[in-house]
């Protein structure tokens, strides 16, 4: 079992840039699929970002795509996600996840996660 430990959110003007982190501790860190699911007040979770065991292949979320760069460093068990050109609609709570996924197709869906973090707020002022 591993447990995951985000940080690195706050207040931002739109436009902003933050970087999150999401620091993992137990288990593998490198046997895991690491991604990054938000949620809006009232709102589903949805997911925003994927990176596979290495490093090596990403996936993105479209509203995100182009703005937001997902990284690891397995060395330090810890999964980042750059997040620039901030708008109000990237407000909510982030949250990590790391999963053991057998088919790269199932990136984008929680179920596929068997660890989370417990969140950190993002907020995104006009």
């Known amino acids: 079992q591993v447990q995951l430990e985000e940080s690195g959110g706050g207040l931002v003007q739109g436009g902003g840039s933050l970087r999150l982190s999401c620091v993992a501790s137990?288990?593998?860190?490198?046997?895991?699929?690491m991604a990054w699911f938000r949620q809006a007040p009232e709102k589903e979770r949805e997911f925003v970002a994927a990176?596979?065991?290495?490093?090596?292949?990403?996936y993105y979320a479209d509203p995100v795509k182009g703005r937001f760069t997902i990284t690891r460093d397995n060395a330090k068990s810890t999964a980042y996600l750059e997040m620039n050109s901030l708008n109000p609609e990237d407000t909510a709570v982030y949250y990590c996840?790391?999963?053991?996924?057998?088919?790269?197709?199932?990136?984008?869906?929680?179920?596929?996660?068997?660890?989370w973090g417990q969140g950190t707020q993002v907020t995104v002022s006009s």
């Open positions: 996840a790391a999963g053991n996924l057998n088919l790269y197709s199932t990136y984008m869906w929680p179920s596929a996660y068997h660890s």
């Open positions: 137990g288990g593998t860190f490198s046997r895991y699929f």
């Open positions: 990176i596979n065991w290495t490093g090596g292949r990403t």
